[in-house]
């Protein structure tokens, strides 16, 4: 490889971030280390930022300007990604901001340590109005312990735009899923974890900046619906109804602040997505049963709502126990089956 030949690429992906995607380049640009391609895409992007992408590329030929219809930020990642030709892909936010050794530290942290695959940092955050907030430096897990525990507890252990990742290993596993809109980054976690070691650096090398467009603001209970399934379909047996993702809901319930209607509405959302995800008989049941004694807490105020997710709770299990070869129970479970449903008709009506 020649000596200026590029040792990593930097995917960023853009859509409608004009007021902070200067800022964000030129954090790339400031890096200690050079030996990089940067990959921008604009995602269909309908305010300035195409014409922003465009003047940097064209006084910097490290940059890769790629312009496209609107196909999300997994759509745009996968795209970008799969134009990567060196061993590491940097993630990076077009509203976010690199310190300038960002880059090399994680490079020669990767370079030293092969057997990690994915690699984040520390961050802090800052406003819109670029004031930092006074706040703690927030770091992720650093051991192997500490990453199980927050898998376990659905707490995502790597900030998505920390992350150098081994881009063999990236392709390996399949890359970024479309079936986990805004929970992208924790079900790819999920899935080289079981294979590869995850790492965090102590120290804090992006500044993520909050403002009312973030993707985590826009789309909290869509990311907690993901993180969600994304844990269940997994294997993981730690996700119960009453504590479902807790960071996640902790958030959405304070940013959101939703009543205790909406609280369980959001959970029987989360119900239904589990069940219709569902697959194989296999491992209904027991995760199931946890569901079904809590489904029945439910206020009468959306008892319709509650009716029906009875209804798939019913299916499944009568699934479960049909291929468990225990036919009595799967006829009892039918039954109930067709009383939820007449009973979600008759109380139509009234909703």
């Not at 790629?66 to 590491?88: D, E, M, R, W, Y």
């Not at 994680?106 to 057997?115: F, L, N």
């Not at 399949?174 to 976690?189: K, Q, R, T, V």
């Not at 479960?320 to 479970?333: T, V």
Request: glycine share 4%.
């Amino acid at each position: 490889m020649p000596d200026d030949a590029p040792k990593l690429s930097v995917v960023m992906p853009v859509h409608n971030t004009d007021l902070y995607l200067e800022e964000a380049i030129q954090s790339i640009l400031n890096q200690t280390f050079q030996a990089y391609e940067f990959i921008i895409i604009n995602d269909g992007s309908t305010d300035h930022s195409g014409a922003i992408i465009d003047d940097y590329a064209k006084k910097d030929r490290r940059i890769v300007a790629i312009h496209q219809p609107h196909k999300g930020l997994i759509g745009s990642l996968n795209s970008a990604i799969s134009l990567v030709n060196t061993s590491f892909i940097a993630r990076m936010d077009a509203d976010d901001i690199s310190l300038p050794a960002r880059l090399e530290c994680q490079y020669r942290y990767m370079i030293e340590r092969p057997d990690i695959a994915v690699l984040g940092t520390a961050v802090r955050y800052i406003h819109s109005s670029h004031s930092a907030i006074p706040s703690a430096v927030d770091q992720r897990p650093m051991t192997p312990t500490e990453l199980t525990k927050w898998f376990k507890r659905g707490d995502c252990p790597v900030v998505h735009p920390t992350v150098m990742m081994r881009k063999d290993i990236f392709d390996e596993v399949g890359g970024y899923s479309p079936a986990y809109i805004h929970a992208e980054d924790f079900e790819l976690w999920i899935r080289i974890a079981r294979r590869y070691r995850i790492m965090n650096l102590r120290d804090a090398l992006l500044y993520v900046r909050l403002h009312s467009h973030n993707t985590s603001r826009q789309h909290a209970l869509q990311q907690a619906f993901s993180a969600t399934v994304a844990e269940f379909e997994k294997g993981r047996n730690t996700v119960t109804f009453s504590s479902i993702c807790p960071a996640y809901r902790t958030e959405i319930i304070r940013q959101l602040m939703l009543t205790e209607k909406e609280t369980w509405a959001f959970q029987l959302h989360e119900l239904k997505k589990i069940t219709d995800g569902l697959s194989h008989p296999k491992g209904a049941g027991p995760q199931l049963e946890k569901y079904y004694r809590e489904l029945k807490k439910v206020p009468y105020a959306i008892q319709l709502n509650q009716a029906y997710c009875l209804v798939k709770t019913k299916f499944w299990f009568a699934r479960y126990y049909l291929y468990k070869g225990r036919i009595f129970k799967a006829l009892s479970c039918l039954l109930h089956l067709f009383i939820l449903r007449s009973l979600t008709f008759a109380r139509m009506g009234q909703y």
